[in-house]
């Protein structure tokens, strides 16, 4: 049974960092990252990593997260660095496997002033 299950959730001042972890099972998968849902907003992309390395990430990102993924462990990090209270929201694991998206159950990430 293919499953996502995250971690590392929880609530920072603005300008602190948390980190993101996320365990695939059941399944090995080829593109694996993170999207983000706010309330009232869209789901949107934070980041995501091929199984070539190679990594895309948001536009609102600037440079302030890092994914990494380890193929031993079948995991993905997510390294949120310099936090903004807009960074606010669910953050939900994401794999894709041939043609077919999996989810976790997301995580919630609070940044306060």
């Known amino acids: 049974q293919v499953q996502l299950a995250e971690s590392g959730g929880g609530s920072v001042h603005a300008g602190g960092s948390l980190t993101l972890s996320c365990v695939f099972s059941?399944?090995?998968?080829?593109?694996m990252g993170w999207y983000r849902q706010a309330p009232g907003k869209q789901r949107e992309l934070v980041a995501d990593?091929?199984?070539?390395?190679?990594?895309s990430f948001g536009d609102f990102v600037e440079g302030r997260f890092t994914i990494s993924r380890d193929y031993n462990k079948n995991t993905v990090n997510l390294h949120l660095n310099s936090l903004k209270t807009e960074d606010t929201a669910v953050y939900l694991c994401?794999?894709?496997?041939?043609?077919?998206?999996?989810w976790g159950q997301g995580t919630q990430v609070t940044v306060s002033s």
């Open positions: 990593v091929t199984p070539g390395g190679l990594t």
């Open positions: 994401y794999g894709l496997r041939l043609g077919k998206e999996y």
């Open positions: 059941g399944a090995t998968f080829s593109l």
